[in-house]
């Protein structure tokens, strides 16, 4: 299934009308994903522990969570990037009708780059270090537009020029080294977007820049999104970035998501005590000099297994008995909005929802 | 470019000249001192004392030393003890054998190498990933020389496939023209001598061989294993590009860097490992020249053929080394 | 032949070396503990040190159990052995392996053989990692404490590490004995003098790492010696791959020996057994008794491969980033 490149606006329209019509059907059903490590000779690592979310087409969704959460893991597997050996995966992620966890590799590999792509983490060693940058761009294109070498050129000098690359025919030639880190991230988001993914994964895309670069940056993706309503998935651990730019955020703890929420509720009434400690966390510029800071007491170490109960539950402040003996399920309230926590905190006008419903 | 050459020559000279001085000085030290060089062990003390003094060798050290060095310039390196000839000659006469049996050696060492060390790295922890760590260890224990007389008692003497000694069968005529045997038949469009000339190369080059298959295989499988969990061969995969291109643009071009650095270092020992080669099969090229000079004690022809190997080890070695730096776009010089 | 290429293998000792340059309280004095786990369950350690242990034995005990002496010329004198027609017997029920060409025990040559290779294969090592260790120390040592004097220094002496380089490692042997002569000792230096640019690049790296790590710059700053530095601090921490290179380079110093031997320069007496005597010598003999290349070929092949399982499998036990 070739893409066209079409205009920009075009596809925009196009792209609003579906939304409005396919509410029911999401571009991506993520449903009670779990990828388990198990090596010779170390221990079973549950990385990803049932992990459900949806992404719809244009929604920007966040995945939030400190390291060593699964966040990463999670695009990983839904991209098929996991090594085979010592990886169990389980679950669905459903896209566009198909589950990517079923297809075969030539498949997967027709749909990444063209359907979905996806952004790394350190922009310099995602990038190979001896072959010149225009190259990287125009494989792509070469690949799944099947353009010839002439007009992949092309194209890929109007792709750095669109990602705020300066002069872009010179930078055809250069090689990773002689960019600075904040173009060779656009770089890298110039060969995602290459060819018009309908979702584009971003993991932690920022985290290796310099703060003003980063701000540069997310907003290069955000104008991407919007222009060509593209879907995007955020993951990160900085509640700043996700505040700017998600639609709706799910927040992930030991390898589960504990609350899902849309931005403005998540953070003016986070409900998952995890979250509450998360905002909590963060220093204030208003705040007095004498307020101490409070960070969530224990550390990622302190974990419970989810099925012995709630894994959050030895640093939780808000724990009872009831957190202890089996893991809380997924609790829906109106607006879209769930949390898995038996004991959340609630604002004092809000009640919890009557039954617990166990939401995919 | 044309700076980093000459200051890479330039770094070669203390080298090749403390090279030369201590050779100079082992041929002051040899058993029986330098009139060895010209007499052997014969001769009477008389005798002896004359040529001492004919060589000079009743002038202070330094004096000796830049008549050397001079003599060393102009391309005379003495001449053989045994067959009277310069030594120059001598190995301008064998080095096309020597040089037709390491380039074949080298083919085989790269050939299977390259191919074994990227597919065990592939395929890890497999059967044939075990084997090939497994034969590559195993490879450099086995002495050369002995895998040479087996090759030769199993596949010649015995079987009969390849012929046992020798660059050329005594039946061919061929006609030489540039002394590379197989090259000459070549280009003689006499067929049936450049095949002759490779066939008596295939099992030599084969003992030969052997040690730099098993560290080029190992080498690889290591680079290709490194290369594999780097995060832009992720963002290759992530593209969604085909395997040929990861495997050729991402994998393999990162992988083969440090491997082609050590082909340079490799010639070393395959050409030390010539001389012991050789001497089993009776291949007529320098090796078997050192090997039989040694038990002759013909010094001249040692110490002259050792200061060519070392040069043309240290000139292969610069050429690598510069190679490399048109390869990797990191290293290169703005 | 050296193990492997100077140049990649430096590398991978340079990083080794780094690594163990991180200070013994950092990690717990556990790196040498960590590292004996891991060697314990390595099957190629395992393996490895058995043959190692094998060897040893018969070394140390071997030659007090062997039913023969090993240059009684039994044969011969029972005209049972006539090499000049061709005549040399096989193995039997009183010559496990036969006789060899001048109507030896080969079995009583072999076992008694294993304690002058031992031998040859140790001393050699040690010329080789003294020398080296001595020459990279120093050079290491100037260039990372001595400042400018000291810079200079290094490259000298890196220099004449770099000439021997020049020649590749059978040639440089083939020059030392030529020189010497052929005796036993010669062999035990020449192979020795291969393995010297070997240990002193490894060493020189390792105190480079060392002298510009952070924990040495704490320790000047306190006010400690330079040589109490040295001492109680770089030493030990260099000693990890040192040791690995050791185990490697026993391994190709039996077999160089062998090469040395083939071609004339080695031991020339025939009577001492010695497994890369036995093997140059009977390479007259190969077409009337292959068995008796094959059997000290064989040792020394074992041999040479236990070390160097062992040898692998102790560095990556030391470093598992070095896993191949």
Redesign the interface.
């Known amino acids: 299934m070739a893409r066209q490149s079409g205009s920009i606006a075009a596809s925009v329209s196009e792209r609003g009308a579906h939304r409005a019509e396919r509410r029911g059907s999401a571009l991506l059903d993520v449903a009670d994903l779990s990828v388990t490590f198990a090596h010779r000779g170390a221990p079973t690592v549950h990385a990803v522990d049932g992990v459900s979310f949806t992404v719809d087409e244009g929604e920007v969704v966040g995945l939030v969570g400190e390291s060593g959460c699964g966040k990463s893991v999670t695009s990983l597997a839904i991209m098929g990037l996991l090594p085979r050996r010592g990886v169990q995966v389980s679950g669905r992620a459903v896209f566009d009708g198909r589950d990517l966890l079923t297809l075969s590799d030539d498949e997967m590999r027709d749909i990444r780059g063209r359907d979905i792509a996806m952004i790394f983490q350190d922009p310099l060693s995602s990038l190979n270090p001896i072959v010149p940058i225009g190259v990287q761009v125009a494989e792509v294109l070469i690949r799944h537009r099947k353009l010839d070498r002439a007009e992949a050129r092309r194209e890929s000098a109007e792709l750095l020029d669109r990602v705020g690359i300066p002069d872009p025919q010179r930078r055809l030639r250069e090689y990773p080294h002689q960019l600075s880190g904040g173009m060779r991230q656009r770089a890298l988001i110039a060969m995602a977007v290459a060819c018009r993914p309908r979702l584009l994964i971003a993991d932690e895309p920022t985290t290796a820049l310099d703060v003003t670069i980063q701000a540069q940056i997310l907003e290069l993706l955000k104008s991407l999104v919007r222009e060509s309503g593209t879907a995007l998935i955020m993951i990160t651990h900085d509640l700043g970035v996700v505040a700017g730019m998600c639609d709706t955020i799910n927040v992930l703890y030991a390898g589960r998501v504990v609350e899902t929420a849309s931005r403005r509720p998540l953070f003016a009434e986070p409900r998952h005590p995890y979250t509450v400690g998360l905002l909590g966390s963060i220093p204030r510029l208003d705040g007095a000099r004498e307020d101490k800071l409070r960070p969530i007491p224990g550390s990622v170490r302190d974990v419970l297994p989810w099925p012995d109960g709630c894994a959050f539950a030895p640093r939780c402040d808000r724990r009872v008995d009831a957190c202890v003996g089996e893991p809380p399920a997924m609790t829906a309230a109106p607006g879209g909005r769930a949390y898995r926590c038996v004991n959340p905190v609630l604002a004092v006008t809000t009640p919890p929802a009557a039954l617990a419903k166990e939401q995919p | 470019m044309i700076r980093l050459i000459l200051r890479r020559l330039l770094q070669l000279v203390?080298?090749?000249f403390?090279?030369s001085l201590?050779l100079f000085i082992?041929l002051h030290?040899?058993?029986g001192g330098p009139e060895t060089a010209i007499l052997g062990e014969r001769g009477t003390p008389e005798l002896r004392e004359a040529v001492r003094r004919s060589m000079g060798l009743d002038q202070p050290l330094w004096v000796q030393y830049g008549r050397f060095i001079r003599r060393l310039f102009t391309g005379d390196l003495g001449a053989s003890i045994q067959t009277k000839r310069p030594v120059w000659t001598e190995f301008a006469e064998r080095f096309p054998g020597t040089f037709e049996l390491t380039v074949v050696a080298m083919i085989i060492a790269v050939g299977i190498g390259i191919p074994l060390g990227y597919l065990a790295a592939r395929r890890?922890?497999t059967w044939l990933d075990t084997l090939s760590?497994g034969g590559s260890?195993?490879g450099?224990?086995?002495?050369?020389?002995?895998l040479a007389?087996?090759l030769r008692?199993a596949f010649s003497?015995e079987l009969g496939w390849f012929p046992a000694t020798g660059r050329q069968s005594v039946g061919i005529n061929a006609t030489r023209v540039t002394g590379f045997f197989v090259f000459d038949g070549l280009i003689t469009r006499e067929w049936d001598a450049a095949w002759d000339a490779l066939w008596h190369l295939i099992l030599p080059a084969i003992a030969l061989a052997s040690?730099p298959l098993a560290?080029i295989t190992?080498?690889t499988?290591?680079s290709v294993?490194e290369v594999l969990g780097?995060?832009?061969v992720?963002?290759?995969?992530?593209?969604?590009?085909?395997?040929r291109?990861v495997r050729g643009?991402?994998v393999l071009?990162?992988a083969l860097?440090?491997v082609v650095?050590?082909i340079g270092?490799?010639t070393?020992?395959l050409?030390?490992?010539a001389?012991?080669t050789e001497?089993?099969f009776a291949f007529n090229g320098i090796g078997h020249f050192?090997?039989s000079s040694?038990?002759t004690r013909d010094?001249p022809v040692?110490m002259g053929f050792?200061l060519i190997?070392?040069l043309i080890?240290?000139l292969v070695n610069l050429v690598v080394d510069i190679s490399y730096t048109l390869?990797?776009?990191?290293v290169r010089v703005r | 032949m050296s193990v492997l290429t100077p140049g990649r293998k430096v590398e991978k000792l340079d990083r080794l070396a780094e690594l163990a340059a991180a200070p013994a309280h950092e990690r717990g004095a556990s790196l040498w503990r960590e590292a004996w786990r891991r060697l314990r369950h390595n099957p190629s350690a395992i393996v490895g040190a058995a043959i190692l242990g094998l060897f040893v034995l018969v070394a140390a005990f071997g030659p007090f159990f062997v039913p023969y002496g090993p240059t009684d010329t039994i044969g011969v004198a029972s005209g049972e052995v006539r090499p000049a027609a061709g005549v040399i017997p096989g193995p039997s029920a009183e010559h496990w392996l036969g006789y060899d060409h001048l109507g030896r025990d080969e079995f009583s040559r072999m076992v008694v053989g294993a304690r002058q290779t031992l031998l040859v294969g140790v001393v050699a090592t040690l010329i080789g990692m003294t020398a080296g260790c001595i020459l990279g120390g120093i050079a290491g040592a100037a260039q990372g404490l001595g400042g400018r004097w000291g810079r200079r220094v290094d490259t000298v002496l890196m220099r004449a590490v770099d000439m021997m380089l020049a020649l590749p490692s059978l040639l440089l042997a083939i020059s030392i004995a030529a020189l010497l002569g052929p005796s036993l000792t010669t062999v035990m230096i020449a192979v020795g003098a291969i393995a010297v640019p070997i240990f002193a690049r490894l060493l020189r790296g390792s105190m480079i790492a060392q002298a510009t790590s952070e924990y040495v710059l704490a320790a000047t700053a306190l006010g400690v010696r330079k040589h109490r530095i040295a001492l109680s601090h770089i030493v030990p921490n260099s000693l990890a791959p040192v040791l690995v290179q050791m185990t490697l380079t026993l391994a190709t110093a039996i077999i160089e020996a062998a090469a040395l031997s083939f071609l004339g320069l080695g031991n020339p007496d025939p009577s001492t057994p010695e497994w890369g005597k036995m093997l140059a010598d009977a390479q007259r003999y190969i077409e009337i008794s292959p068995g008796l290349a094959i059997y000290p070929a064989t040792a020394i092949i074992v041999t040479a491969f236990g070390f160097t399982l062992l040898g692998e499998a102790m560095r990556e036990a030391l470093d598992p980033k070095l896993r191949t």
């Open positions: 203390p080298t090749l403390g090279l201590l082992w030290r040899l058993p890890r922890g760590v260890l195993l450099i224990c086995i002495p050369i020389f002995f007389y087996m008692l003497v040690i560290i190992r080498m499988r290591a294993l780097e995060d832009y992720r963002t290759a995969q992530a593209k969604g590009l085909t395997q291109v643009r991402h071009r990162n860097l440090p650095t050590t270092l490799l070393g020992g050409l030390s490992g001389v012991l001497t089993v050192v090997a040694i038990a010094y040692l050792i190997i070392a080890y240290v390869i990797d776009p990191r």
